[in-house]
């Protein structure tokens, strides 16, 4: 007997099979369409079946003809304005997609009629009638068909790239100024913080260089803050050719070229990570004015891929990101040139290099995951095309497996939930689900290396921990931006709706990943191992506070703002671009305070709570059951991340997108 998805003259129907949501959940199931179970929930009850029908009214059919009708007629695309401000007009939202015949969900196939809600039974609802577009089809806010740009004092034009913190926090910034009466917010652009320049030249200056029992230092400073998950040069290679340079260093110098401008560059980061950023800046300079052209640096491939890597890593390092992106896209082709990318054989060219070769390959791979998600880019690597295995045969090994297991993670969050057609609708639940689960098997390798690490605090362990929630934060971070834009442009005094299970779960994941950010980085702080100059622990603070002031806001709990501690150690440490950073974190703070006006402030200044002791409590706690167990001083476990992926419901949100349908329409 064909199963009926809805009812026949108010009798139910009996099948005889559980529905995909009891089977899946283990649960028993009635057996009727829909079953008992998921009409109690208000979710859609679906069975196994080869055909499906449901009920709608003439009426409601003839209404979604003609809306099809008209969508195909029209070619062009209309977009949803994010921000309009007389800086750039080039910010807008994702563009209203025609809507389908059909569409995918879980990689199976539903109907138009049957994804608007669950089957209607009379007439049309009037706020269906009254909505000109698919109301569960909201854009993802950070991901824009067109690209967005703004400009800079100076009047250039900066993209503003979906991934990029920095395009992130500007966007926030403006968002948050068109409802607050404050001055217009600061642009503290890429290249501010540190002014390098330089022209290329054939001279070698051997002028100020450190001796070589300095130089010998250096690299084993290099060696313990960088080689751990960042291969840029071989230790025992490198020292034999520092023992050739100082026999004859003019000699060498010239004839080595490729390596002395290694040389210089490892020496540059030697002396910013034992001093600051300014100590080795003229030896980077020096080292760039000596780089030699492609084909020379081709004949050298190894030391060449070292050397692009370093220049992109320093770079990223003294904010000049675009830049770092660029000569990492050029490490990538030059690994690819040599063959790095694939399996290479011991009895072809070694077992030392084959292991040089693979440590170099995916420094290469992380790199360009993170400087692609920096300036918000899609990673110029596949997968699919990568035939290489993971390192193995040193101390290192496990770290580093799980260093590319992150960068893996990263490229799935680029590729997904800040694709082009990427979308804050039903398919959003089931993307976040998937990076969550992978987070999920991720989260307990990494607690298990952390734990197998003797001592009161190791820094790999801190840095893969930081690297990993960001990617949580990534993940969730759009959905947070959009529940802030909705809670905006409510207004102060508009009542809002309770978030979903789903939504709450989508945001407390977010939030307890800042949180664990943040409680890392003072652990780091405590026994002063926070780096000034490598940008990953300053991205990661930066990143943390704005989405724990954005909770604030969005989801309407209290915030005691204690974070900007660890932005003024470093400042203290002498890092110009933390001292931006903390600017920026400030100024957000009191744009939130401006648009609080004429109700108690939600969050303290930062400057009234600069010490302020990291308290757990007092972060935002979205007041659901289901999170009471979770203890936030120790992060969520794999299997708490798996829990709540699992529980994640598309149907679940629709309310959300239906609540803010009409106000998008609006906009359009």
């Not at 217009?184 to 070589?212: F, I, M, R």
Request: overall charge negative; glycine content about 6%.
């Amino acid at each position: 007997m064909p199963r009926r998805n809805g009812n026949d003259g108010g009798v139910k129907k009996r099948v005889s099979s559980a529905c995909k949501r009891c089977r899946k959940h283990k649960i028993k199931c009635s057996g009727t369409a829909p079953c008992k179970t998921c009409e109690l929930r208000g979710v859609r009850c679906e069975f196994e079946a080869d055909e499906r029908k449901v009920l709608v009214s003439e009426k409601y059919l003839n209404s979604l003809r003609g809306r099809l009708a008209g969508l195909e007629g029209n070619d062009d695309l209309s977009y949803i304005r994010i921000t309009e401000t007389p800086i750039s007009q080039a910010v807008a939202s994702a563009e209203n997609h025609k809507t389908d015949a059909s569409m995918t969900i879980n990689g199976h196939q539903q109907s138009t009629a049957h994804d608007v809600g669950r089957p209607i039974q009379g007439e049309t609802p009037s706020y269906m009638e009254d909505i000109a577009t698919p109301v569960d089809r909201v854009p993802n806010p950070l991901v824009r068909k067109q690209p967005a740009y703004t400009q800079d004092v100076g009047g250039k034009l900066r993209y503003l790239g979906h991934s990029s913190t920095w395009s992130f926090s500007r966007q926030v910034l403006e968002l948050v100024h068109q409802h607050s009466p404050v001055p217009d917010p600061s642009y503290n652009v890429e290249g501010e913080a540190y002014d390098l320049t330089w022209k290329s030249s054939g001279l070698v200056d051997l002028t100020g260089l450190p001796s070589q029992e300095v130089s010998l230092y250096l690299v084993q400073t290099v060696k313990f803050r960088i080689s751990t998950l960042f291969h840029i040069l071989d230790e025992e290679d490198f020292a034999a050719n520092i023992n050739k340079l100082y026999a004859n260093p003019s000699t060498y110098a010239q004839t080595a070229r490729v390596w002395f401008v290694h040389y210089l560059l490892i020496m540059a980061f030697g002396k910013a990570l034992t001093s600051n950023a300014q100590a080795g800046s003229h030896l980077f300079v020096r080292a760039l004015s000596l780089l030699p052209d492609v084909p020379s640096l081709c004949m050298e491939p190894v030391e060449a891929t070292e050397v692009l890597c370093s220049i992109a890593l320093y770079l990223q390092c003294i904010d000049h990101r675009t830049a770092a992106h660029i000569y990492i896209g050029q490490a990538v082709r030059m690994a690819q040139s040599f063959g790095l990318h694939t399996d290479m054989q011991v009895p072809d060219i070694g077992d030392s290099l084959v292991h040089r070769c693979r440590r170099i390959w995916w420094t290469v791979y992380v790199l360009d995951r993170r400087l692609s998600a920096s300036v918000g880019a899609p990673s110029a690597l596949r997968d699919e095309d990568i035939t290489v295995p993971t390192i193995s045969g040193d101390g290192t090994s496990a770290a580093s497996v799980i260093n590319v297991r992150i960068g893996q993670l990263l490229g799935n969050v680029l590729g997904s939930v800040y694709s082009v057609d990427s979308k804050l609708d039903k398919r959003f639940v089931p993307t976040v689900r998937t990076v969550l689960t992978g987070a999920a098997a991720l989260s307990d390798e990494l607690s298990a290396f952390s734990d197998s690490c003797f001592g009161e605090v190791s820094r790999v362990a801190a840095h893969l921990n930081l690297a990993y929630h960001q990617c949580i934060v990534l993940t969730t971070r759009p959905f947070l931006f959009y529940l802030l834009k909705r809670r905006l442009e409510s207004g102060r005094t508009s009542a809002t709706s309770p978030l979903s299970s789903s939504a709450k779960g989508i945001v407390q994941v977010c939030i307890d990943s800042a949180t664990q950010i943040v409680a890392t980085l003072s652990t780091l702080r405590e026994h002063d191992l926070i780096d000034s100059f490598l940008s990953f622990n300053l991205d990661s603070a930066f990143s943390s506070a704005f989405v724990l002031i954005m909770a604030t806001t969005s989801s309407g709990q209290r915030l005691a703002h204690g974070r900007i501690e660890i932005l003024d150690d470093m400042i203290s440490k002498g890092s110009p671009l933390a001292k931006l950073r903390r600017s920026e974190v400030e100024e957000l703070a009191q744009m939130f305070k401006a648009f609080n006006q004429g109700r108690p402030p939600e969050f303290e200044s930062p400057a009234q709570s600069q010490s302020a002791p990291i308290d757990h409590a007092s972060l935002p706690s979205l007041g659901d059951p289901f999170f009471d167990e979770w203890n936030l001083n120790d992060g969520l476990s794999g299997e708490q991340i798996m829990s709540l992926a699992d529980t994640l419901d598309g149907s679940d949100l629709a309310d959300l997108w239906l609540q803010s349908g009409q106000f998008d329409h609006a906009l359009a």
